[in-house]
Every structure is written in structure tokens, then in C-alpha cells.
């Protein structure tokens, strides 16, 4: 809003949202600041802000410890794997619907997201008998395959929006030049539409990274990604605040610097085109 | 404009979505169906046959189905009342010409991208222990008694821990909404000599109206199957069992399958009721 207003506005405004906003972030800070300490220090009373020996041997234990490398790995896969699956089976579904929409393309959005309203707890025990049945269980390939179905909607419905407001002219001005069908979508469409798919996969993959009652109910030892990992720090290892720290802390970095990127896309992402 | 060709492969390019979405929703949901409809105990006797709405019977009427429908309605009455209050103040201020106005944006949308393992465990944890977590400490520098928050105060540090995760959520979509919000509209009603307040009714709510429906409508979607967070803090213990948690107890834990499914059937229900309403906005904004 570019409305004249008096420095002392601005001055409380921006002490009261600093306030606010340190606040909100706190909990983070405090476990990346604890990430640092000595378990003796993490509980120390009174509790130390940053006048304390900082370490990196909680980091050492946790990567030493606990096999941390493989639940990584398994984030990472699965995350990366389900989002790039996703994109591959959406974008044909989203073009189409974009550029060739029919009667029913509406009918067929909304029924796609009313899959995504299906409560977990409602299938659950169908999908861990047919995971059982066909040897997924456990496995990094069977929950890349759930996590690409559950998150499936929101890829599809995020890249029509973004096709949505690719001008179609440009495509029939191909199209009177002689463009084939395949040659449009490579260097016509393809090129306006990457900027969206990137963004698209940018939420995919944090939401994937993120998920947890599928990655909970799914894995055991061999599959389990850092959900399951930091899970399992339940108790006792939950006591010991300072290595609790440092495994939260590389869990969550990844996405938080991810997440500042796209702060744009969660609002599209999640509202499904409703709020802009 | 699109001829038949183009027709037909659009349909070609829509099939495995379509299907795959197909199969998810429909090879699942009939299974949890048919198993609703039978005694079946995996680890005691197995498949004991069809027994009609028995099992939706004794859900119903077991002890804990009526208290899980209260948990389940308070923490999701609970977090939406806090988010969207806080998240309309805090979308209000963010809006305001300030310094740093990136940084806190960042810093308040931070919770947001914390796994949900994380953030429930780092609060029960560090924040909430009786004896060592930081609430501990804070409350006995004031002299009082530390509260035992897992047991005493389950529901509460539940609803804390959940809207702390989606208050980020709810001020970011409301935001975003704020900020379209035609700035020239404002600056009449104030020059017309309406005060705050009456501006905050009269303009800037009806503007959001659309978001805040939004918002409250997908929250109360995700929040009706919170998992982790009551999983990693009390196990469903100390009247913190939501109805999805208990038809993941029944089913996995218990592994009274026919049971569960019918709880099953009961949140697909309940889920179904609000996301009718979801997608009736959602599909007006289609045309549009």
C-alpha cells in the first residue's frame, strides 16, 4: 500500500512483527542453537542463549550412531523420486486439460482433488495388505509409488494453473506454421511452461519430504526416511536434548531453504488456484 | 478449434492419471468396504465371515468412539480458532509498511516446513519436559510449579504444537489475499472517516471472506488426520485419541481389521461432509 505514514508507524510495526515473527521462529532457533550444546549445557539451568561452548560433536554422534546417511538417503529418494514420477504422469494430464479443455475437464479437476480428501486411516489397512502381497513393504519403491498417488492432485492441479495462463495464441500461431503435436510441446510450450514445473516439483518434493503417517506406517529398518528417524528418537534418545537437536536440525535444514523459495507456490500449491 | 485428433490424444494424455487416481481411490476404499462387513482377526482366526453392519454397530458404540469424536472436533475447532484469529492479525501487520519485512515473512512461515516427527518431538522434548524443557524453566523462574504438559495438559499441548505448525499456513494464504486488496478502497473509507475497526468489518473481512473459507476448509481437511503429532507425543494416551488415531489403533495395533475398516468408513464420512464444501468453492472460482 503506498500511503504516506509517519516514521513512529513504521518504527511500531516493525518492532511489533520482529517481536512477533522471532517468536513464531523461536522453537526452530532454540533446536539449532541446542544442536550445538553439550548435553550438559542443553539442560543446564538456567538455560544458556548463546554463552556456551559451542561443539559439533552432537553431529558426530548422530552421523556416527545412527546409520544417518541412509535415512537420508531414503528422504531423498523418495521425496525426489515420487515428485519427478508425479511430473512425468501430471504434465501430459495437465496440458491437455489446459490446452484441450473439455466439457468434463472441470469434472475431472475436482474429482482429482477430492481423492486428496480421502483420510489416510481409510485405506490404510487395504494398502499394507497389498504392500504385504507384493513385497513393498519396507521398501523405498513402494513408497514412492504412494507418496506420487497421494500428492498427485496437487501436481496436476498446480501445473494447470500454471498452463492455464500460458496465452494460447502462441500455441495456434505454431500450430498455422505447421508444428506437430510433439514439436509444440518441445520448443513452443516446454520452454514458457518450466519456470511452473520447476515450482511444482519445489512443493512436491518439500510436501513428500515431509509426509508422515504413510513413511511411518510403511517402513520398518530398511525404507525409513527421516520421519521414521527422528520418530524413533521418541524415547530415550529424546532425552538427550542436544543430539535430539542435531538430527532435527539436519532433517528440517534441506527444507527450510527450500521452503523460502517457495512461499509463492504454497499459496497456489495448496489452495488449488482459489486465493491469489 | 481442437480438432478430433487433438481430442483423442488429450484423452491418451489424460489416461494414466486418470487411472492411476482411479485405482488409488477405488481398489483401496472398496477393500476397507467389504472388510467393514466382516469378523476378521489376522492374528486370531482370521477371516470369520460376513457379518453385516456389526462391526459399525459395536464402533459406534464402543467407549472410546464418542470421546475420540470430541478430541477429533476440539483439536480441530481448537487450532482453526487460534490460526485463523492469529492469522488475520498477523497478515494485517505483515501487510504494514515496515523494515525487514522479507526476514519476518521468512521467520513466520519458518514452522511450516518442520517435519511433523520434528516439531512435535522438539516441543514435547525441549520445550514441554517437566523437569528439564524450557516451559520448566520458565515456570519455575516465576516461582511455579512446572506442568506435567503430556498428562495434565495433553489436549492442550497438542493444539499448541498443531497450530504452531499451521499458524504459517493461514497467514500466508490470508496475506496473500490482503495484498490484493484495492489500497484506494481504504484510503476513501478513511478520508469518509471510518476508524479502524469499522474498516477491519466493513472492507478488509468481507475481501477475505473467500480466503478465510479457503483456509478454514483445507485445515480442517489435513487437521482431521493429524497423525504424527499424537503419535510421537502421547501414543493416543491422556484423551489425546482423534477418530483417525483410534482407527490406526484398531486396525495396526489391535489388528481387528473388520472393526477398523468400519471406523475407516466413519472418517472417509466425516472428511467427505467438509470437502463437499471445499470443492463447491473450489469449482466456482473454475469458471471464473
Same mark, same amino acid.
Request: proline share 5%; aromatic share 12%; glycine share 6%.
Given at each position: ?5 509517519? &516514521?513512529?508507524?513504521? #518504527? ?6 520482529? +517481536?512477533?515473527?522471532?517468536? /513464531? ?31 559439533? %560433536? &552432537? ?7 545412527? &546409520? ?15 515428485? +519427478?514420477?508425479? #511430473? ?33 486411516? *481409510?485405506?490404510?489397512?487395504? !494398502? ?11 521398501? !523405498? ?8 498417488? !497421494? &500428492?498427485?492432485? !496437487? ?15 502462441? +500455441? ?12 509444440? /510441446? ?24 515431509? %509426509? ?24 530415550? %534418545? ?5 543430539? +535430539? ?6 532433517? #528440517? ?5 527450500? *521452503? ?17 | ?69 470430541? $478430541? ?26 515496515? =523494515?525487514?519485512?522479507? @526476514? ?18 522438539? =516441543? ?41 505448525? =499451521? ?36 472492507? @478488509? ?36 485419541? $482423534? ?46
Amino acid at each position: 500500500m503506498a500511503r504516506a505514514i509517519t &516514521n513512529n508507524r513504521k #518504527i511500531i510495526n516493525t518492532t511489533a512483527a520482529w +517481536l512477533i515473527g522471532l517468536l /513464531i521462529f523461536f522453537p526452530i532457533l532454540w533446536t539449532i542453537l541446542t544442536s550445538f550444546k553439550t548435553e550438559a549445557q542443553a539442560i543446564a539451568s538456567p538455560p544458556l542463549f548463546v554463552g556456551f561452548d559451542w561443539t559439533l %560433536e &552432537n553431529y558426530q554422534v548422530v552421523l556416527e550412531r545412527s &546409520n544417518y546417511a541412509r535415512f537420508l538417503w531414503n528422504s531423498i529418494f523418495i521425496a525426489g523420486g515420487s515428485t +519427478l514420477l508425479g #511430473i512425468l504422469i501430471a504434465v501430459p494430464a495437465a496440458w491437455s486439460m489446459a490446452f484441450v479443455p473439455s466439457k468434463k475437464t472441470k469434472d475431472i479437476l475436482l474429482w482429482m482433488l477430492s481423492t486428496k480428501m480421502l483420510p489416510a486411516v *481409510g485405506v490404510l489397512y487395504p !494398502i499394507y495388505l497389498l504392500f504385504i502381497k507384493m513385497g513393498l513393504l519396507d521398501s !523405498i519403491l513402494g513408497l514412492t509409488i504412494v507418496l506420487m498417488l !497421494i &500428492n498427485l492432485p !496437487i501436481i496436476v492441479w498446480m501445473l494447470y494453473t500454471y498452463f492455464k495462463e500460458i496465452p494460447v495464441d502462441i +500455441l495456434e500461431a505454431a500450430r498455422m506454421d505447421g508444428a506437430s503435436l510433439r514439436s509444440e /510441446i518441445l520448443y513452443v510450450l516446454t520452454p514458457m511452461a518450466l519456470p511452473g514445473i520447476a515450482s511444482t516439483m519445489l512443493l512436491n518434493f518439500i510436501l513428500a519430504w515431509n %509426509e508422515a503417517f504413510w513413511t511411518l506406517n510403511l517402513t520398518a529398518a530398511k525404507a525409513a526416511p527421516l520421519t521414521a528417524f527422528i520418530a524413533s528418537y521418541s524415547s530415550p %534418545e529424546g532425552l538427550f536434548y542436544a543430539k +535430539l537437536s542435531a538430527a532435527s536440525t539436519m532433517a #528440517i535444514a534441506p527444507i527450510l531453504v527450500l *521452503g523460502w523459495f517457495s512461499q509463492k507456490q504454497l499459496v497456489r500449491g495448496l489452495t488449488f488456484g482459489a486465493v491469489k | 478449434m481442437a480438432t478430433q485428433h487433438s481430442r483423442s490424444a488429450a484423452r491418451m494424455m489424460m489416461a494414466p492419471a486418470v487411472i492411476l487416481l482411479l485405482g488409488w481411490m477405488l481398489v483401496p476404499l472398496t477393500m476397507t468396504l467389504w472388510f467393514s462387513f466382516r469378523k476378521y482377526l489376522p492374528l486370531r482366526g482370521g477371516d470369520m465371515g460376513w457379518v453385516g453392519f456389526d462391526n459399525y454397530v459395536s464402533f459406534f458404540n464402543s467407549s472410546s468412539f464418542w470421546p475420540s469424536i470430541q $478430541t477429533t472436533l476440539l483439536i480441530v475447532g481448537g487450532v482453526l480458532i487460534i490460526t485463523v484469529v492469529f492469522g488475520v492479525l498477523l497478515a494485517l501487520l505483515l501487510d504494514q509498511p515496515m =523494515w525487514g519485512q522479507g @526476514i519476518v515473512r521468512i521467520l513466520v512461515i519458518a514452522p511450516f516446513f518442520v517435519m511433523p516427527t520434528v516439531s512435535a518431538l522438539v =516441543w514435547k522434548n525441549i520445550f514441554m519436559d517437566p523437569v528439564n524443557g524450557l516451559f520448566a524453566h520458565l515456570w519455575k523462574f516465576f516461582g511455579a510449579t512446572p506442568v506435567v504438559w503430556m498428562s495434565q495438559a495433553s489436549m492442550e499441548s497438542i493444539i499448541l504444537i498443531v497450530s504452531w505448525q =499451521w499458524l504459517p499456513f493461514a497467514t500466508l494464504i490470508l496475506l496473500t489475499a490482503t495484498q490484493s486488496l484495492d489500497s484506494e478502497q481504504l484510503e476513501a473509507s478513511e478520508i469518509d472517516g471510518a476508524r479502524p475497526l469499522q474498516r477491519f468489518f466493513y472492507i @478488509i473481512l468481507p475481501h477475505l471472506g473467500r480466503a478465510l473459507t479457503i483456509v478454514i476448509l483445507i485445515q480442517t481437511i489435513f487437521l482431521l488426520a493429524i497423525f504424527a503429532e499424537i503419535f510421537v507425543t502421547t501414543g493416543g494416551a491422556f484423551g489425546t485419541k $482423534t477418530l483417525s488415531y483410534l482407527v490406526f489403533q484398531r486396525v495396526l495395533e489391535s489388528q481387528n481389521i473388520g472393526l477398523g475398516s468400519a471406523g475407516g468408513i466413519y472418517a472417509v464420512i466425516l472428511a467427505n461432509i467438509v470437502a463437499i464444501f471445499l470443492m463447491r468453492i473450489v469449482g466456482k472460482n473454475l469458471d471464473t
